[in-house]
């Protein structure tokens, strides 16, 4: 049974930065891609990052140049790096992964709250 876990959230004041963790896909065949999504107070959950096995990448405006999505395939882990935080990049963040048969797996989340 696939269980993601993030890891890494917590509080931080606006400007700084946070890097979350997600482990516990290694048992998930041909993935397709992998996914960071948030949902904030109120706020429809919405997509952060994406990257596919071959390395490609994908922000929303919100978050370009500021996130940065990795991943490293001997420690079976994908980041994300998150710099220049603001407080509304608070919310709780989700990990996800996609396999090539189109079915999603997704954590539990971790919170991150950006003060002001």
């Known amino acids: 049974q696939v269980q993601l876990v993030e890891s890494g959230g917590g509080l931080v004041q606006a400007g700084e930065s946070l890097t979350l963790s997600c482990t516990g896909f290694?048992?998930?065949?041909?993935?397709?891609?992998m996914v960071w999504d948030r949902q904030g107070p109120g706020k429809q959950r919405e997509l952060v990052a994406t990257?596919?096995?071959?390395?490609?990448?994908y922000y929303p405006d919100s978050v370009k140049g500021r996130f940065t999505i990795s991943r490293n395939n001997v420690k079976k882990t994908v980041y994300l790096q998150m710099n220049s935080l603001k407080p509304e990049d608070t919310g709780v963040y989700y990990c996800?992964?996609?396999?090539?048969?189109?079915?999603?797996?997704w954590g539990q989340g971790t919170q991150v709250t950006v003060s002001s």
């Open positions: 990257i596919t096995t071959e390395g490609s990448t």
């Open positions: 996800g992964v996609s396999d090539d048969w189109g079915r999603k797996y």
């Open positions: 290694e048992s998930i065949v041909s993935i397709n891609y």
